[in-house]
């Protein structure tokens, strides 16, 4: 997924209230993951800044809820997800990794930031994909910014969409990207983080992987992998400047080249964003809610454009 290697998504997951049991092993679909503990050794995880500190502070005390940075290690050979010994709430966190449909976003994305509210209690959590820290080498307390961006929002009462587990969830989980984005990046600068050094060399493999017509983000499912190249193509139209990547049309050319119906979903919604204030409530709830009926429209025409199975 494009969009997910550049930055995460927010998930409001209050309706997660199954009980399980944390180191069962699932069922033997090649999508599921057996969790154990992670054995010493392994890549550590990124901690932290003292100013990313002061503003995750800042979202516990307005949220009243924790915090919590979550590697989470992956070995495909295996069919396994290993978390460390450490990881606060594992039965909670175990939730989510536990689903088929979550896992499959997740695995595409370098961190995704979960607010998790049920009868056990209330935390959120960024969750860590090591198995790309690769990525953001150098950059991570960009990438970790981004994340604590989405929570911030969340407990400033801005409206999210919620998680459903359904297949199409990255459709809703992309529109709240889409809107978020453009408050996030106003947020950063305004906190002085420079997310430039964390986003252009994402960009720059991206484009050499669709000029090579690879897509080594591309998830299971071809309605997501469109849908992020959709959040992608108004991030980099509304969020980077020619003058801060010289590539900058170069790569909206190639999204547009692999993808015809692109530009013609996804102008029309970055121009009505732009109209609005997207840091007034209602009005960024008018943009999500725009977003959401664009990406749906998307989502039914791919779905309509689909060869029917074989017999």
Known sequence: MLAASAFGSILDAR????QVSWLLRLTASAGLFAFTVLSAGAQPAPVLSEPLKEWARQIEEAGAAPVYLVPVYTDPARNEIYLGEDVQQRAVV?????????VAHFLGMHALAVSHQG????WHFILLNMARAVDWKGADQAMLAHELGHLWLRVQHFPVPAYTGAADACVNASAGDI?????IRKELVRRGIDFLPYWLPNLRRALSALESGANPDAGPRPLCQAISQAVLWIDVQAGLAEADWSDRQ????ALESGFPALRQHAEPLLEYLKSLDLEDRQQHLRGLLAAAARLQQLARELAASEPPPAA
């Open 94 to 102: 175990g939730r989510y990794l536990r689903d088929e449909t979550f």
């Open 119 to 122: 009868p056990e209690g209330s």
């Open 179 to 183: 809107v978020q984005h453009f408050v």
């Open 15 to 18: 309706a997660r209230v199954n």
């Open 250 to 253: 170069r790569f909206l050319e």
